[in-house]
C-alpha cells in the first residue's frame, strides 16, 4: 500500500525534527505514544469482546456450576378472567 522503505521513513522524521524543534518534538512523541496505547488498548477489548460473543462453548464448565447460586424455577402469574358483568374501568 505505502511503499515506504528505511529511508523514505528517515527522510520524514528528519523534516519533522525541523519542522518541529527540539522544544515541542518530546510532547508529540509523547501524545503520539499515548494515542498509539489507547488504540491498542481499544482492539484488545474488541478481541476479547468478539472472541467471548463467538465462542461455541455450549456445556457449562464444572467450576461454574459451584460457585453459581441455584436458580428459582420463573414464577407464573395468572390473572383472574373477568365475568360477563365485571366492569373493566
Known amino acids: 500500500m505505502f ?3 528505511p529511508e523514505k ?3 520524514i522524521l528528519a523534516a519533522v525534527c525541523i519542522f518541529l ?3 515541542e ?3 508529540a512523541a509523547r501524545k503520539i505514544g499515548a494515542a498509539t496505547r489507547q488504540l491498542r ?3 484488545d477489548t474488541l478481541r476479547a469482546e ?3 460473543a463467538l465462542s461455541l462453548d455450549t456445556e457449562p464448565s464444572a467450576d461454574a ?3 453459581a447460586p441455584p436458580t428459582a424455577p420463573p414464577v407464573v402469574v395468572h390473572e383472574p ?3 360477563v358483568g365485571d366492569s373493566f374501568i
Open 65 to 67: 456450576d459451584e460457585s
Open 50 to 52: 468478539v472472541s467471548s
Open 41 to 43: 488498548s481499544f482492539q
Open 81 to 83: 378472567i373477568p365475568e
Open 21 to 23: 524543534g527540539p522544544k
Open 3 to 5: 511503499d515506504l522503505g
Open 25 to 27: 518534538l518530546p510532547m
Open 9 to 11: 521513513i528517515m527522510m
